[in-house]
């Protein structure tokens, strides 16, 4: 378990705080085995096409606080991403029930002579004129590459602000050149919120905090029959409702990729159990997950209560998709813990889950309890997967294994990943919402969506028909791990 140090300004990379690595080649049992028996290392690229950047992911968490506004103190080509922010705050209040607003982002435009002279003097200005124009209640500034090779003194600036416009202004270091984990942003912009936003409990509430993205709200209907109210953090919330989320009953992880690290947190810090379970996807996981909310509410009675009835609702119709879905095989690429749960789901319909590219894998989580592994999870419980690969989004090993092994349908969490499939001929599904599949009816939902796609494949057809690929036939012909160093001997056929 790692200790949660808010005196520090900054958060440990996940490599050096939990081991985690992006290169990996083998099954999901080998790679849990490895996990377990403390042996799993890194295994190289010799060539990478791409990766995602924690100053992104640290971002995305700042850009949908409602009443907050965020300060990008890098060179302007960083925010390349500011539109897509935007689009997903806007459709994401609408799903919220919210009058949709634009995002609030801001950046210092850090220059050549800024490189050399310090832009610390323009990082303060910019603060001042974003205030002046939008007076929030909070600023974030998320730093760059080129911020943290210039030495600028972020957190000084950030220090005298707060004290001199009355208001939070806080420093989240998420350079991209410090982590090959593109989540490490996640537990940056957390870092940032409970070191400097989050305040002590004053009183315990009937709050449950929940972790999430930004799809749908279903745990409403949950808890406020077992008396509690839904905290949804930290997309959409309010500066005030993320200063009072240590007064919770307990925290809620929609994925432990995205909130292992403000669940330890907020447990190691101010007290608030989280909530120790796999994510509840499929029938298995699902039941697992209920009795942990159960006990850790003290809620056993009314949560079998609810297990009794759902089985008896959704049961009969999911042996009817099983039927339906038997002897379909299916390939995913997501990220780990999202990617773990749809291995489970897919299994529970009685697919058959060719392989996965996951774009990094944590050993261990930040509250330390192995009961969490949703990949452990899945492998104990429906079996192993073969061809498991840990890829940071290396798109040209996940055409060479899409070409190798044809599935049914390929899952897709990332949208940038869709079109291999596609290109392919491959029916493939994309879902956004991550909430869509949870729980006891998110089975249903996903095998309506699988069933969909399946029985719409013209359009993928003829995209095939009509598509280049930017691949070599040399290169479809090779071993997809040809440029990992691995001591694993994998072939894919």
Same mark, same amino acid.
């Given at each position: 378990?790692?200790?949660?140090?808010?005196?520090?300004?900054?958060?440990?990379?996940?490599?050096?705080?939990?081991?985690?690595?992006?290169?990996?080649?083998?099954?999901?049992?080998?790679?849990?085995?490895?996990?377990?028996?403390?042996?799993?290392?890194?295994?190289?690229?010799?060539?990478?096409?791409?990766?995602?950047?924690?100053?992104?992911?640290?971002?995305?968490?700042?850009?949908?606080?409602?009443?907050?506004?965020?300060?990008?103190?890098?060179?302007?080509?960083?925010?390349?991403?500011?539109?897509?922010?935007?689009?997903?705050?806007?459709?994401?209040?609408?799903?919220?029930?919210?009058?949709?607003?634009?995002?609030?982002?801001?950046?210092?435009?850090?220059?050549?002579?800024?490189?050399?002279?310090?832009?610390?003097?323009?990082?303060?200005?910019?603060?001042?004129? /974003?205030?002046?124009?939008?007076?929030?209640?909070?600023?974030? *500034?998320?730093?760059?590459? %080129?911020? !943290? &090779?210039? $030495?600028? #003194?972020?957190?000084?600036?950030?220090?005298?602000?707060?004290?001199?416009?009355?208001?939070?202004?806080?420093?989240?270091?998420?350079?991209?050149?410090?982590?090959?984990?593109?989540?490490?942003?996640?537990?940056?912009?957390?870092?940032?919120?409970?070191?400097?936003?989050?305040?002590?409990?004053?009183?315990?509430?009937?709050?449950?905090?929940?972790?999430?993205?930004?799809?749908?709200?279903?745990?409403?209907?949950?808890?406020?029959?077992?008396?509690?109210?839904?905290?949804?953090?930290?997309?959409?919330?309010?500066?005030?409702?993320?200063?009072?989320?240590?007064?919770?009953?307990?925290?809620?992880?929609?994925?432990?990729?995205?909130?292992?690290?403000?669940? /330890?947190?907020?447990?190691?810090?101010?007290?608030?159990?989280? *909530?120790?379970?796999?994510? %509840?996807? !499929? &029938?298995? $996981?699902? #039941?697992?997950?209920?009795?942990?909310?159960?006990?850790?509410?003290?809620?056993?009675?009314?949560?079998?209560?609810?297990?009794?009835?759902?089985?008896?609702?959704?049961?009969?119709?999911?042996?009817?998709?099983?039927?339906?879905?038997?002897?379909?095989?299916?390939?995913?690429?997501?990220?780990?813990?999202?990617?773990?749960?749809?291995?489970?789901?897919?299994?529970?319909?009685?697919?058959?889950?060719?392989?996965?590219?996951?774009?990094?894998?944590?050993?261990?989580?930040?509250?330390?309890?192995?009961?969490?592994?949703?990949?452990?999870?899945?492998?104990?419980?429906?079996?192993?997967?073969?061809?498991?690969?840990?890829?940071?989004?290396?798109?040209?090993?996940?055409?060479?294994?899409?070409?190798?092994?044809?599935?049914? *349908?390929?899952?897709?969490?990332?949208? !940038?990943?869709?079109?291999?499939?596609?290109?392919?001929?491959?029916?493939?599904?994309?879902?956004?919402?991550?909430?869509?599949?949870?729980?006891?009816?998110?089975?249903?939902?996903?095998?309506?969506?699988?069933?969909?796609?399946?029985?719409?494949?013209?359009?993928?057809?003829?995209?095939?028909?009509?598509?280049?690929?930017?691949?070599?036939?040399?290169?479809?012909?090779?071993?997809?791990?040809?440029?990992?160093?691995?001591?694993?001997?994998?072939?894919?056929?």
């Amino acid at each position: 378990m790692s200790v949660i140090n808010l005196k520090a300004s900054e958060v440990q990379t996940r490599e050096a705080r939990l081991g985690s690595i992006t290169g990996f080649a083998g099954t999901a049992g080998e790679l849990v085995g490895c996990a377990r028996a403390g042996t799993l290392k890194e295994s190289e690229r010799s060539f990478s096409q791409c990766m995602g950047c924690s100053s992104g992911n640290a971002f995305c968490q700042f850009s949908m606080i409602q009443d907050a506004i965020v300060v990008n103190h890098a060179p302007v080509g960083c925010a390349g991403d500011f539109f897509t922010f935007n689009f997903v705050y806007r459709v994401g209040q609408m799903e919220r029930d919210l009058s949709p607003v634009i995002g609030r982002y801001f950046s210092t435009n850090i220059e050549e002579q800024d490189t050399i002279f310090g832009a610390t003097q323009k990082l303060a200005d910019t603060i001042r004129k /974003a205030y002046e124009r939008v007076r929030p209640n909070a600023i974030f *500034i998320t730093t760059s590459c %080129a911020s !943290g &090779i210039i $030495g600028d #003194d972020v957190e000084g600036v950030a220090n005298d602000l707060s004290e001199e416009l009355g208001i939070p202004v806080i420093a989240c270091f998420c350079e991209g050149f410090k982590s090959k984990i593109w989540t490490t942003g996640f537990d940056a912009a957390y870092h940032s919120i409970v070191r400097k936003l989050v305040k002590p409990p004053e009183k315990k509430s009937n709050k449950v905090n929940v972790i999430n993205f930004w799809g749908s709200k279903i745990f409403d209907e949950l808890l406020n029959p077992l008396g509690y109210e839904v905290d949804y953090i930290v997309p959409f919330s309010t500066v005030a409702q993320l200063e009072h989320i240590s007064e919770a009953a307990a925290t809620i992880q929609i994925c432990s990729t995205l909130g292992t690290y403000i669940g /330890a947190a907020l447990e190691q810090v101010y007290g608030v159990p989280e *909530i120790k379970s796999p994510p %509840a996807y !499929g &029938i298995a $996981g699902t #039941d697992r997950w209920m009795r942990e909310i159960g006990r850790v509410l003290d809620s056993q009675g009314e949560i079998e209560e609810v297990i009794a009835k759902e089985h008896e609702r959704v049961l009969p119709k999911l042996e009817e998709y099983r039927n339906k879905l038997q002897g379909k095989t299916a390939y995913l690429t997501a990220g780990a813990a999202h990617g773990h749960a749809l291995i489970a789901l897919l299994q529970e319909l009685g697919m058959t889950v060719q392989g996965a590219a996951i774009f990094h894998h944590d050993p261990i989580y930040d509250n330390g309890d192995v009961v969490s592994d949703a990949l452990a999870h899945a492998v104990n419980t429906y079996g192993d997967v073969p061809n498991y690969n840990v890829c940071n989004k290396q798109a040209y090993e996940l055409v060479n294994i899409l070409n190798k092994v044809r599935p049914d *349908i390929m899952i897709a969490r990332h949208g !940038g990943m869709t079109m291999w499939g596609a290109k392919l001929g491959i029916p493939t599904l994309l879902i956004g919402d991550e909430q869509l599949s949870f729980g006891y009816q998110g089975v249903l939902n996903y095998a309506e969506r699988i069933l969909e796609s399946l029985d719409n494949k013209e359009f993928v057809i003829n995209l095939a028909k009509h598509s280049t690929m930017p691949y070599t036939k040399w290169w479809l012909e090779q071993d997809p791990f040809s440029f990992l160093r691995s001591d694993l001997d994998v072939k894919i056929y």
